[in-house]
């Protein structure tokens, strides 16, 4: 039976990952900072199936711990601060706890086992003011938050362990990535959740930051299904994991308030609180090498994903209502 270990299992990304592992037959194990008999949300349904060690991204020895009692045959390391606007108060904590973080991983699985295939979870904040649009795993990375700053770092050791010691190391460039398990502070949830309340009647209007902002959405189920194959392929290799298609912030609302069937006409402010430097390239992704090399194709559509999310939401503020 084959073993994997993903670091950050209790996220949206690991959740999604923990069932279709276990749905493909292997021992899943995941490591999680909060104490291990803590309620973790998204994990209920397959708890019971999962072994779960403690580790925290800050302290390496117990990642190192943890890699060292499961011994996966694949390790998926998702876990990382992920909120790019709280990135710039602390730089060197980010550095350490993506990129310092992401070196102790490799080294350590390295020594562990040569074979381990280990794939990285990345981001299109690697390439910032790349100039170029769509991106691919060859576009110009010039990031230009210390978040993207410390996803490029640990991109770059990737692909420099990769070519020193020929292992099997991926770094998956995630393009943004939703669904129901997002939290809310994150734009398509925040948006889903307002459109939602706005529907029942429990709140008047969303407050939002530009509308003009591009951002290229795919279902978080699908990136995890990218992941999975980027570690069965014959050959290790970066791999941009996008839909490939930009829409704007605007978009997103019209698609959330519709699936609301709410006319967003009046209801959407917004503040300059949210408001972020614009960006010179739109941060939209060309996922031809995942395609062709992976035969990866996503199963679920904007619209999709956008209703489930709008009506999840719905059904869990008449819960609590
Ligand atoms: C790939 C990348 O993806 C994510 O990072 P993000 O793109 O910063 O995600 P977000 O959902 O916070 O922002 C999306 C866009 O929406 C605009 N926007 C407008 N109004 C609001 C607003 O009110 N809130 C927020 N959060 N964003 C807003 C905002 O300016 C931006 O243009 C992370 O998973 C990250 O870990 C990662 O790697």
Redesign the pocket.
């Known amino acids: 039976m084959r073993r994997a270990l993903i670091t950050g299992i209790s996220g949206q990304d690991g959740s999604y990952l923990a069932e279709l592992l276990l749905a493909e037959g292997y021992d899943v194990a995941g490591i999680v900072r909060q104490p291990v008999d803590q309620d973790l949300p998204h994990l209920g349904h397959v708890r019971d199936r999962l072994t779960l060690l403690h580790g925290d991204l800050l302290e390496p020895g117990t990642l190192r711990d943890a890699l060292g009692a499961v011994r996966p045959h694949e390790l998926y390391h998702l876990a990382?601060p992920?909120?790019?606007?709280t990135s710039w108060e602390d730089p060197g904590l980010i550095l350490a706890a993506i990129a310092g973080a992401t070196a102790e991983l490799l080294g350590a699985a390295r020594r562990l086992d040569p074979e381990m295939r280990v794939f990285v979870a990345t981001?299109?904040?690697i390439f910032g003011d790349s100039g170029e649009s769509p991106q691919h795993e060859r576009s110009p990375m010039r990031p230009r938050s210390p978040?993207g700053v410390a996803?490029l770092a640990a991109h770059g050791l990737v692909g420099a362990l990769r070519a020193h010691f020929g292992t099997h190391v991926v770094s998956g460039i995630?393009?943004?990535?939703e669904s129901p398990r997002r939290p809310a502070?994150?734009?398509?949830r925040?948006v889903t959740r307002g459109a939602a309340a706005i529907a029942l009647g429990l709140q008047e209007e969303l407050?939002?930051?530009?509308?003009r902002?591009?951002?290229d959405w795919s279902h978080a189920a699908d990136v995890m299904r990218g992941a999975w194959l980027a570690l069965q392929a014959p050959q290790a290799g970066d791999y941009v994991l996008a839909s490939g298609r930009g829409r704007t912030?605007g978009e997103l609302v019209d698609a959330a308030f519709a699936a609301a069937g709410v006319d967003p006409e009046g209801r959407v402010r917004v503040d300059p609180a949210?408001?972020?430097a614009p960006?010179a390239t739109p941060?939209v992704g060309d996922p031809s090498h995942a395609r062709s090399a992976l035969g990866w194709e996503p199963a679920i559509t904007f619209e999709a994903m956008i209703a489930e999310m709008v009506s999840a939401d719905l059904a869990e503020l008449r819960a609590q209502a």
Request: no cysteine; proline share 9%; hydrophobic share 45%.
């Open positions: 990382a992920t909120f790019v606007p981001s299109s904040e978040y996803k995630l393009f943004n990535h502070h994150f734009l398509p925040k407050v939002l930051g530009d509308l902002a591009v951002r912030v949210f408001v972020r960006e941060p």
